[in-house]
């Protein structure tokens, strides 16, 4: 079985440009869930998906930021304009259920903003 | 409000010895679960053991034990017989229950661990 995988790995751009990243989940695995690592912070929540309805968005920094779960299958967030306090490693996770199930977490994506 | 903590930066531990990572928690739901993550250089998230807030005993899974403290919220990670392997950062994360209307997790800064051979 895949696990969560996102692309890219690594994205560097400069200040006022845009990024999409993506992350499909694993097959079946309603809820995904964004989460990002700024350079020496904790991991912190951006949003939850259920299939396609997005369940949490209250982790979303500001309006620059645009997740999309097309098809309740993979996800995309876009940052436009990027800015330089984006910079930070983007995690995709997702689970099978709510309920006590981990989360299977991507390789991440690191967005260099310069 | 929801935090977890991990006071620990960095840990150094000799091979075969054992070694625990420090996790302390807060929260006001009285359903939570109470997860490790470690984290190797290569980056990807590994998920290593899970303890719910009404389980009675300890969880335990191969060389990794929680030890779960829940008057003293407190889940501190132990790893029995280090590995060089086992280097790398370990996050503790929290994920509330069902008052909180979604799953997501709160993670702590993590702790870097060497195991030194």
């Known amino acids: 079985e895949a696990g969560v995988t996102q692309f890219p790995s690594h994205s560097v751009i400069e200040k006022g440009q845009t990024v999409t990243l993506r992350c499909d989940p694993i097959?079946?695995?309603?809820?995904l869930y964004w989460y990002r690592r700024v350079m020496g912070k904790e991991i912190k929540f951006l949003l939850h998906?259920?299939?396609?309805?997005?369940?949490?968005e209250s982790g979303m920094p500001n309006n620059r930021f645009l997740a999309e779960r097309t098809g309740g299958t993979y996800s995309t967030l876009k940052v436009q304009p990027a800015e330089l306090e984006d910079s930070g490693v983007y995690f995709c996770?997702?689970?099978?259920?709510?309920?006590?199930?981990?989360?299977?977490f991507g390789p991440g994506t690191r967005l260099t903003v310069l | 409000a929801q935090k977890i903590t991990q006071t620990q930066p960095g840990m150094f531990v000799q091979e075969k010895e054992a070694v625990t990572l420090d996790c302390t928690y807060d929260?006001?739901?009285?359903?939570?679960?109470l997860f490790w993550y470690k984290q190797p250089s290569s980056g990807e998230m590994i998920f290593l053991i899970y303890?719910?807030?009404?389980?009675?005993q300890n969880a335990t899974e191969g060389r990794y034990s929680l030890n779960f403290q829940k008057a003293r919220k407190s889940a501190n990670l132990v790893i029995s017989a280090s590995q060089l392997g086992d280097s790398a950062m370990y996050f503790c994360?929290?994920?509330?229950?069902?008052?909180?209307?979604?799953?997501?997790?709160?993670f702590g800064t993590g702790t870097r661990l060497k195991v030194l051979a």
């Open positions: 996770a997702s689970s099978f259920e709510t309920s006590y199930n981990e989360q299977f």
């Open positions: 097959s079946g695995h309603d809820n």
């Open positions: 998906f259920v299939k396609e309805s997005k369940q949490d």
């Open positions: 929260t006001s739901d009285p359903s939570y679960g």
């Open positions: 303890q719910g807030s009404y389980d009675q």
């Open positions: 994360a929290m994920r509330e229950g069902a008052t909180s209307g979604t799953y997501k997790y709160i």
